[in-house]
């Protein structure tokens, strides 16, 4: 399985929008820093996940995450 996920940083200034084939042990490299993106910022939470079968799938929504369109419906339904 894959899946798309949005992370938020506790205080809820940053967010970051990913894919991965490990939910739980993606989050512990955010906030282990060792991901060059979201080193700076911690510690992380995840406020939002989706699974897929096909990785594909997953990356086409990380795409829609990260449009306008996708950043209004997450304001909106997270």
Not at 13 to 19: I, L, N
Not at 25 to 44: E, F, G, I, M, Y
């Amino acid at each position: 399985m894959y899946y798309t996920y949005v992370i938020e940083t506790l205080d809820g200034k940053h967010r970051y929008v990913g894919h991965c084939k490990n939910l739980n042990s993606q989050l512990n490299q955010h906030n282990a820093r060792n991901v060059k993106a979201t080193r700076d910022n911690r510690p992380w939470k995840i406020i939002h996940s989706e699974k897929f079968k096909v990785k594909n799938d997953a990356i086409y929504r990380e795409k829609f995450f990260k449009s306008v369109n996708g950043e209004s419906w997450l304001k909106e339904n997270v």
